[in-house]
Structures are given as C-alpha cells and as structure tokens.
C-alpha cells in the first residue's frame, strides 16, 4: 500500500463515527502530514468532504 492509499484510508469515514469526531480525526491526520508531503488531491478531497475550511 503506497502511503496515498494509507492517507486516503485513515480519511474515510468510520462506523458510527460523527461528522464532529471525523472532522477532529482527519484534522489531526492532517496537521500531522502538513509538514510531510499532503498532495493538493488530499487536500481537495478533505474541503470536499466538509472536514476542513479551505
């Protein structure tokens, strides 16, 4: 699994998980790639979803 595929699994949305607490758990995700290499696809795909104000 390329690392892509592994950031685009942990954006998915959980069982049972609220809009509230996916938004907290992606945003995390993200905080923690903003210094590695988040791709602007990742990045639109999160404003997309709702997850982060872009």
Do not use: N, S
Request: aromatic share 4%.
């Amino acid at each position: 699994m390329t690392e892509q595929e592994r950031l685009r699994q942990q954006l998915q949305p959980r069982p049972g998980e609220t809009l509230e607490e996916r938004r907290q758990r992606v945003r995390a995700v993200i905080d923690a790639r903003l210094e590695d290499e988040l791709t602007t696809e990742d990045y639109d795909f999160a404003v997309r979803e709702g997850l982060i104000e872009g």
